[in-house]
């Protein structure tokens, strides 16, 4: 009982007590050599040193206990050297694993760590599906290489398994399923299953294909193991399983996994043939990948930096964004110097058309959030689309009231220049509306030409709310104090 | 073979078919009304007449044959008034598990259409658990009757639930866990199963645990599949099993959950006791909301909008971010009006300070959220923080260089006036590092005092690059310029 106990407490303090640990040792490693390096010994020297090999023997004993998913996590968490040290001491059968767990662009820097037969030997361990994950990593050599080491059942699924858009469920499937036939008795698959020994992952439910693979139903291993073992599958397998198409879109999938509380489920070809299955912890991997792109789209960053990686690098990460600013920058202040008369009369709009911009571009960005999900979601008809469309012009206009008033009675305080609190509120009313305007109108229109309305939304919303935000301030200014 | 495509093919089609046939069905209920109305039929009369009889027969038809997850995303696609018809058509024991699949808003406007004693039918259909995910939605006298209705360990179990902090395993937890002992041999058990007769969802192991309901290990359905039946649990069950307690973070669960690729997981107290379970579905819905959360809180939105919901509902959603960057926009330009006199001077500073304060809103908040994901992933260690530190100041000096002689060369070119261009290079170049020490330092300040990182970071930022932007750059023209 006590011993349980401790087992459990060990098992829930691992990854980070591991992670501790490592760093500790690796500390030690790089002062001793740091040390040595002052001393001017040669390298080789140092790692003959005796100390250095106990420290380097038990970091490779801490490494030989632990999952690959806890050495990927601690890998990920490391700076590129100290990452290396420790790649360069994991036990060759798990680096593939590890390869496949790590996220891309610490990936990148073991691969590139690695010399071509070291990599060929990892991704042969991995199944099908899994290589075609390392698949766009990898260097063509190795690739090729890896290709003619596969039989042609393999080399066959790995190539169809590249060909699928990465967005659709073909992409994500595996070929870790378990088919049998529908005559069977309960029995006969159980013999069946114990001369198999193991069961790949996430086996919740066995295929039930025909002669011709195509899939007629599924059955659990649940109703397995709950049924008299007389029984046919025929008789107790469920046949309207949620099943997905190769092409299907993934996102598709993802919402389906959601909605039905799935744990796997088959894929079929156009015949309805069986093909792979596709399961949760991909649906999972899948959902997260997703939601931080849009996250890390709406900053303006293209991918996830490594901590570790290069300023170099992780400044082109933030280019593009960065010139479409300055771009759309310039731009919209052009319209400001068009009114530099007017500013030169009244100096006050210069501290106050910032406001009037600022607030137009964070409302018209709210909405246009709210759209570009409620379209992803895929709820949309044609009435809802309307319905959106005036309820966030209601909003706009409420908002326009509300706000408008209270901004221009702010100015008027301020300025004590009833005139000014005039302009200023109509200003902020009006570029209140066109925010929402243009919250909604950019993304449906890109979603009814087919494009992702999430793309180039927050840019373009920001531009456009400051421009006119700017226009009708000063515009105004000039129509009503000049 | 043909019969099973078919079915297939009916299956896939099911939810948007579904979608649009109901939302005919509604239109034609709807239109009739609508001329029935204009000849001054009174209502009751409508309701019984006979078309209006027929639609809503073949509606409720439809709905009897769909599952509960198929109705609740038809009922998130209607407008309000549609939803509430619908709703009304269906079948009452399906109504509890409905509630729980609906988002939050949706789930809203249904409960606020039944009655008390509806209410308290539905949640009696329901696990304790799933009440406990309804109960903040529930009325209080609805509330105080469930808690009634229940018997004694079954409101204990609630109870404890709705103890629980939200964001905690517990939380999240399920009862539907199986337990067994370590000394039967597997055939016992298999018998002990057969005479349940039913397993709960994502059972994919059955906990063992002493006498006293300490954890002592797991054994998943697969080995007692695989293995002979004369064996006993202690042999084969593993002991190494991933656990959680209920006071866990569920972040941290989550995140084990996708290290470990867990389908299930026991849940324990402080003393191992078993006390529950966890499961894929709802980890994936904790996911999935917290990225949903993230994404929201960005664009300053603090909850999801149900598409029907109303505009003064919604435009409130909006209003503590509308307030605050009113605020911090007022706040931040009236450093402008300090420099009244060097603008008059200079008027085409006002067209060009916007810009030099975007591009550091925009840079600064790339690397807040680049620090607050990294925070967020937990693998931060002392000297990884300082490594982000001075990497992101790096790439601020990088990018001030880089785009700072850009920007001013573009000034120079527009005004033909090189003073312009080399203040506006400063400026440029001053800001950026100001934003890339803002982006790493509000975060980190906020992670080392144990709050969120995340919140509020954002407007903090823009509030701080905005105002440092328009002093910079005003100060240095004041300074070069005058």
Chains 1, 2 share one sequence.
């Not at 798990?94 to 820097?109: F, K, M, N, P, W």
């Not at 709210?370 to 909003?395: N, P, Y």
């Not at 409420?398 to 301020?414: E, H, M």
Request: a negative charge; charged letters at 25%.
């Amino acid at each position: 009982m006590e011993n349980a106990t401790q087992q459990q407490e060990q098992e829930k303090e691992t990854v980070k007590q591991h992670l501790r640990k490592v760093t500790d040792l690796l500390d030690k490693l790089q002062l001793e050599e740091s040390l040595v390096y002052k001393q001017r010994m040669p390298r080789h020297e140092l790692i003959e040193s005796l100390l250095h090999k106990r420290y380097e023997v038990k970091l490779k004993q801490m490494l030989e206990l632990m999952r690959p998913a806890d050495i990927a996590y601690i890998l990920e968490a490391l700076p590129l050297d100290k990452r290396l040290m420790v790649w360069g001491l994991v036990k060759a059968e798990h680096e593939g694993q590890i390869l496949l767990d790590v996220s891309d662009a610490v990936r990148e820097t073991l691969i590139s760590d690695m010399e071509p037969d070291q990599l060929l030997s990892a991704a042969e361990q991995l199944e099908t599906d899994e290589i075609a994950d390392l698949a766009p990593d990898l260097p063509i050599e190795v690739m090729q290489d890896l290709l003619e080491s596969l039989n042609e059942p393999h080399r066959q699924r790995l190539e169809s398994v590249l060909s699928y858009d990465e967005e659709s469920v073909g992409a994500l499937m595996d070929f870790g399923m378990v088919t049998i036939r529908e005559d069977l008795t309960l029995k006969a698959v159980l013999r069946y299953l114990r001369r198999l020994k193991k069961l790949p992952e996430h086996t919740d439910k066995l295929f039930v294909i025909d002669r011709d693979h195509h899939l007629k139903g599924a059955l659990s291993l649940k109703s397995l193991l709950l049924n008299n073992t007389k029984k046919r599958v025929a008789d107790i397998m469920e046949t309207d399983v949620v099943s997905f198409k190769t092409d299907d879109e993934a996102m598709e999938a993802a919402l389906a996994f959601e909605r039905y509380d799935l744990v796997s489920a088959p894929v079929v070809d156009s015949d309805n043939r069986l093909v792979g299955r596709i399961c949760v912890d991909v649906i999972m991997d899948f959902i997260r990948q997703d939601s931080e792109e849009e996250i890390l789209n709406q900053a303006g960053l293209e991918e996830e930096e490594d901590l570790s990686s290069s300023i170099w690098k992780s400044a082109r990460n933030r280019w593009t964004w960065l010139m479409i600013n300055i771009v759309t920058a310039f731009a919209a202040t052009r319209v400001i110097s068009l009114f530099e008369g007017t500013i030169m009369h009244i100096v006050a709009l210069a501290s106050l058309m910032p406001i009037v911009a600022a607030i137009g571009g964070n409302t018209g960005n709210q909405s246009g959030i709210l759209i570009v999900r409620t379209l992803a979601l895929g709820q949309v008809t044609e009435s809802s689309l309307r319905r959106m469309f005036f309820k966030e012009l209601g909003i706009g206009l409420l908002n326009g009231i509300v706000w408008g008033t209270a901004v221009g009675g702010i100015v008027y305080l301020i300025y004590g220049n009833p005139g000014l609190g005039f302009v200023m509120a109509a200003a902020m009313f009006l570029n209140l509306l066109v925010a929402a305007l243009m919250g909604v109108t950019i993304p449906i229109v890109r979603y009814k030409l087919g494009r992702d309305p999430a793309i180039g939304v927050s840019v373009l919303i920001t531009f456009l709310t400051d421009g006119m935000g700017f226009l009708i301030f000063l515009g105004l200014a000039t129509m009503f104090l000049l």
